[in-house]
């Protein structure tokens, strides 16, 4: 709910559906997932049988510059070393994200999330296009982990922009 709060109120959502994930419904639809890849997978899977559109991920990653919004051009799933790539954005900077199975504490380079390559294998298997976008919320750091939700409050004309 903390990445979800801002745009539901932005965008005038209502609750339509709380089992077996909450959906949030107006012009546009979201969905909360959770936290891991089984999570992200199963949910998106949820929404886009309910109704196959394409796909805008907005979430949390440990990184460098705490509060900076990125589009992700590159997933590295860390457990099957699998690489995807992703168009990139010509209005925002672009990052690579590795997904791991547990929070990341050791630096490295890029971006560190734990959905991103579940999300991206479950839009393609649905043949939907998907855009990542990830707010840095820690310096790989799980502990500090930065939950408030101003971090994208901040970044919220630049999301929505993307919609």
């Known amino acids: 709910m903390t990445e979800a709060r801002p745009i539901i109120e932005a965008l005038g959502l209502q609750k339509k559906q709380k089992v077996p994930f909450a959906i949030y419904e107006g012009v546009h639809s979201l969905i909360i997932g ?10 998106l899977s949820h929404i886009l049988t309910l109704s196959p559109k394409p796909v805008l991920n907005i979430g949390l990653a440990a990184g460098e510059e705490i509060g900076q919004l990125y589009h992700i051009r590159k997933v590295i799933d860390a457990d099957t070393h699998q690489v995807y ?12 994200c590795t997904t791991h199975s547990r929070p990341v504490a050791i630096p490295h380079k890029g971006l560190a999330d734990m959905e991103a390559s579940a999300l991206l294998c479950t839009a393609r298997a649905y043949r939907q296009p998907i855009t990542i976008l990830k707010v840095v919320s820690d310096r790989f750091d799980p502990k500090s982990v930065e939950r408030s939700s ?5 970044n919220l004309p630049k999301i929505l922009s993307l919609l």
């Open 34 to 43: 959770g936290i891991g890849k089984c999570k992200a997978a199963a949910s």
């Open 85 to 96: 790539h992703l168009p990139p954005s010509k209005t925002l900077p672009n990052e690579s």
């Open 150 to 154: 101003h971090l994208i409050a901040q």
